[in-house]
């Protein structure tokens, strides 16, 4: 499956993905921090891709990997006891290759990638949605939307569901629900 302008999209039946989308000032991060948590005592292993709309650097200049990475290193791989850092340059893309992303991991074989951002790729979404801050309905165009939530409740297409945004247990169920509906999803 492809998107306008992205690289083809293989949804798999053996790694969920579920994309959280919303517009700027909706509060997708903030949600995903409640949600973590949630889903992790319930034994559920999550993987999150996150867009940037920007240039970032995740390691300081004058820093060991900062100058590798200058210098030309692709990708730079810093790793201790604790943690593991995978950074790469990307010149001339316009965005961020999802597919690639996906694939990277889908190596540690989490039980659900939650894919923040990438509102434009060809996968199945939440969206949320905020009345108050003026902007459209991403449900009534795009046809990956499975479910909304939202402060209010909405009139949406037959096949969407509307969640409370404001019932974070009931985002959790339906998420945590997410990998055994998966299978059906991914070849709808």
């Known amino acids: 499956m492809t998107s306008p302008g992205h690289e083809s999209l293989t949804l798999e039946p053996?790694?969920?993905?579920?994309?959280?989308?919303?517009?700027?000032?909706t509060g997708k991060t903030t949600l995903l921090?409640?949600?973590l948590p949630r889903l992790g005592d319930r034994g559920i292993r999550v993987a999150v891709i996150k867009h940037a709309h920007h240039g970032f650097d995740v390691d300081q200049p004058g820093k060991d990997s900062h100058r590798l990475r200058q210098a030309g290193a692709v990708p730079m791989l810093v790793a201790s006891r604790a943690r593991l850092a995978l950074m790469m340059e990307t010149p001339g893309r316009d965005e961020a290759d999802l597919a690639a992303l996906v694939e990277m991991?889908?190596?540690?074989?989490?039980?659900?990638v939650l894919v923040e951002g990438f509102k434009a790729w060809p996968l199945p979404k939440l969206e949320l949605y905020r009345p108050h801050?003026?902007?459209?309905l991403r449900a009534e165009q795009d046809p990956w939307i499975r479910a909304v939530a939202s402060d209010v409740e909405l009139s949406l297409p037959g096949d969407v569901q509307w969640l409370d945004l404001n019932d974070l247990g009931a985002i959790t169920d339906w998420i945590a629900a997410w990998p055994s509906r998966w299978p059906t999803e991914c070849i709808r």
């Open 33 to 35: 921090e409640q949600l």
């Open 105 to 112: 991991v889908g190596l540690h074989r989490p039980d659900l």
């Open 133 to 136: 801050l003026g902007k459209p």
């Open 14 to 25: 053996r790694l969920p993905l579920l994309g959280i989308a919303a517009w700027s000032g």
